[in-house]
Structure formats: C-alpha cells, structure tokens
C-alpha cells in the first residue's frame, strides 16, 4: 500500500515536471544585417498583441520565453530601417541566423503628398510633444523589467548588478515624481569590487562632510577606515549620479518627463536644441520620420545636486510614427560645450560626451509604453578631486586619471505591462524598495521563466573575470 501510494507521488510529480516543461517555449536566435553581415543590435522581438518582448544585444543575439497560451501567436522580429520578420511562435526555427533587409521610404514623393502636414523637424517634434497625452498611457499601469547595471574602468568591470525591477506608473498628465514607483524585487548577480579602490570616493565623502577642500586620498591609509565607512562613501557617490531615481524622475527620462517644469524636451524646447528632418524610414510596415537633434542657442543642463552638470550641447536623433506622433525611439546624448564644462570633461574623462541615452517604446493598445532603456554616463571616484592633474618635474601625470571615474551604464529591457486595476492595486501593497544597492533575495526558481537581456561575448568575458576577482578578495 505505502508503495502504491509512493508511486502514485512520483507519478503527479513526474506529470508536474513535464507540465511545467510544456508551459512555456524558449525561443534563442540571432539578428543579422542582410547587407553588412553585422549583428543588430536592440531589435524588438515580441509576440504580436502582447506584452511579451525583448531585445537583442550588441551581437544581435537574443532570448525569448514565452507561455503556452501564445503558441499559435506571430512571433514579430523588427528594427527600424529594416523590413520584419514575421513567424508563428510554433514554427520559429532558430537553426539559422535571421537576416532582415533594409527598409526606407521615399522623403522627396512624401513631402509632395503631404501638402498639409508639417515639413521641418522643428513642426515635426512640436507635434509630437502636443500629442503625448494621446499616445503616452493614460491610466495607471505596472511594468515588469530586467535592469543591468555596470560600472568598470578603461580594463575592467568594477561592479554588476542584475536586478528583476516594477515600475508603477500613473499615467503621464498625473505627474511624474509624485506618481511614479519603482522596486527592486530579486536580484540574479551582485558583484562589487569598488571598495578596493575606494579611497577616492571616501575623500570626496569627506570633503562633502567636513567642507575640507584641501584633503587628498594621500592623507588616507586604507587600513584605519572600516568597510562600513567604505560603503557609506560609495553610497553617497552612487546617489548622486546612478540609481533609478536619477533615471526615471530626472530630467534624463526625457519624453515621459517632458511635462516637468523646466524639462529638457518641456517649455523652450527648441532654445536647447534644434531639430533637422532627415528622411523616413520603416519599421513593421510603418512610416517613421527619422529626425536629426542639433544644439540650440542656450546650453542643456541637468541641475544635478553637488555636480557641475550644466554647459552641454544635444546631439542625436528622433524617431516619430507618421501615423500617431508617438515618439517610437529617441538617441540622445549631451556633449560638453561651454567653456568651463570642456575643461571639466577633458581634464577628468578625456573624452566630452557625458551622457548618453537610448530609449525605445512599444506600442500596446494605442499607447506607447517604454521597451528599452540604456544610459552611460562616466561618474567620478574621486569627485571634486583635480589632483590627477598634477605631473612630475618630468611632465608626466602622477596618477593614473582612469582610476578617477568609472564608465557607468545602466540598461533595462521590460517585458511585461500590466494594466489590470486589482493586479496592480496587489503589486501596490507590497513594500517597495528602490534602492539597487542593497542585498536583494535570490531565488532560483524566480528567474527560470523570467525573460532578461543576454550579455554580449566581451561582456561575458568581462562578467567571468569579475567573479573570479570577486571570489578571490573576498577570501
């Protein structure tokens, strides 16, 4: 009887396994260039009238999980510019690299047509911003996404996090800081290895401190300052210029944010940059105005607390959907312009790019909810110290300027909305947490059917060696 019964476990439990292994399908493939051969980067790869998507890396590789219910659903492979690739999800062949060719349409035959519709890329970005509340949701909803955040110097990464994150939104007119939530909720990777170097930031949290303009890292040992004050010092720093505070209510979140006084894409657009029409290109069989972002006559500042982040000039460029004016993608980054902001950049970073944005949406229901966002940005180790300026009697530098900032970048791809009013009133009654530097539960089960955006072969390569060095300090 106790082995009849023991079977009968083992049977439900055998029967448990194969349903979960049929629950979903795990899609994995490449995109590819038709004409140069090249991975593409950031493609959309979703399942046609859902919310379920995701990205391709740098290489253009991908990975897709998808429930059951949506097998007989179009898989939809897209990137603008390029002509789709259209599959129902049963029949996808991953067997082959996906090739997708170029797509444009013709500007000169458009422009004739469209007597009535604006012609520069000035009207066209004016239109564009007026309509956000039409294409931007108009009611509250939560997003499920995936974020990676790095930070590493010119040989190596200093610091990866993945973090599974919600984003609770109450639509773009209810007001951006107020009504706008973001949690962390497990976390896959968590390596940190700043604290090795940390004796600049620790300076600079000093300084902040005690107002000592005058205090060096050479006036620290490592071995009188504990770990916690470390931390303390690293913290301050990451606050300053990362987290996704910074990302999503700062004026960096440029068209969600637009109407925020004094935002960046808000009231006196176009003192801050111009923009310039340069063609019409296709994506999913969809016109889209490809607009060219120039500087303005007034400089673009970020007003970040306690950092000179002012004095940039915008470069880039728009994506519109002829159709809605909804903004389909922006590329965006601020380059130092005015006098004092150059010296700064080139002293500091040697390069004066000191922002740089991506951000994709994705159309659901006629509104446009983001997709994809990637920000880098070089932040400052030993914030405020210029002593990586100083040379010998030779004229050589007497430290080493790349030890001074970390290359900081943060990506998140979603791949969930939810807009059911009782699902998202569940998510809201959990304690929510922003903060991505603190230990978050790991729990591997979790991440099995949970959809994230695959490193590329240099970043794998870079995350190995982290986590050797990783082991290796902490023993």
């Known amino acids: 009887m106790k082995n009849h019964f023991l079977n009968r476990i083992s049977l439900f439990l055998l029967c448990l396994i194969s349903f979960n292994a049929v629950a979903q399908i795990d899609i994995k493939g490449k995109v590819v260039d038709f004409t140069t051969f090249a991975g593409i980067e950031s493609a959309s790869i979703y399942v046609q009238n859902s919310t379920i998507g995701t990205i391709s890396n740098a290489d253009g590789n991908f990975a897709l999980t998808v429930p059951q219910k949506f097998i007989n659903d179009t898989l939809v492979i897209s990137s603008i510019g390029f002509k789709s690739y259209k599959s129902v999800v049963k029949d996808f062949d991953a067997s082959m690299d996906l090739f997708l060719e170029e797509d444009v349409a013709s500007l000169d035959e458009i422009i004739i047509v469209a007597e009535t519709r604006p012609k520069t890329g000035n009207d066209i970005v004016l239109r564009a911003i007026e309509e956000l509340p039409e294409t931007l949701p108009d009611s509250a909803y939560i997003q499920k996404g995936f974020l990676r955040h790095k930070e590493r110097n010119s040989t190596e990464y200093k610091w990866l996090i993945e973090s599974a994150i919600t984003l609770y939104d109450d639509s773009y007119n209810s007001g951006a800081k107020k009504n706008l939530r973001i949690n962390v909720d497990e976390t896959r990777k968590s390596y940190d290895l700043r604290d090795v170097d940390s004796l600049y930031a620790y300076t600079a949290y000093l300084k ?268």
């Open 208 to 475: 902040n401190r005690t107002r000592n303009k005058k205090l060096r890292k050479n006036n620290l040992r490592r071995d009188t300052i504990s770990t916690s004050s470390l931390v303390k010092a690293i913290r301050w720093n990451d606050e300053r210029v990362n987290g996704l505070d910074k990302l999503f209510r700062g004026k960096i979140n440029l068209i969600r944010n637009a109407n925020e006084s004094g935002a960046i894409f808000g009231e006196g657009l176009l003192e801050r940059q111009q923009f310039k029409l340069d063609t019409v290109l296709v994506e999913n069989d969809k016109k889209l105005y490809k607009i060219e972002i120039l500087k303005g006559n007034d400089f673009v500042g970020l007003n970040t607390p306690d950092i000179y982040n002012e004095g940039f000039e915008a470069k880039g460029w728009l994506y519109i959907d002829w159709d809605t004016w909804a903004i389909k993608k922006v590329e965006y980054q601020l380059i130092a312009a005015s006098d004092n902001q150059k010296k700064r950049s080139k002293s500091l970073f040697g390069t004066l790019l000191n922002h740089k944005l991506v951000m994709t949406y994705m159309e659901y229901e006629g509104r446009m909810y983001p997709k994809y966002i990637y920000y880098e940005t070089p932040k400052l180790v030993n914030a405020g110290d210029r002593s990586s300026d100083q040379t010998d009697k030779e004229g050589r530098p007497t430290q080493d300027k790349e030890e001074f900032y970390y290359n900081t970048v943060q990506e998140i791809v979603f791949t969930e909305i939810i807009r059911d009013k009782d699902l998202i009133k569940e998510e809201r009654s959990k304690q929510w947490t922003e903060d991505i530097f603190s230990p978050q539960p790991y729990h591997p089960e979790f991440w099995e059917n949970y959809n994230v955006l695959l490193e590329s072969k240099e970043e794998e390569k870079l995350i190995r060696d982290l986590t050797r060095r990783a082991g290796l300090f902490k023993e």
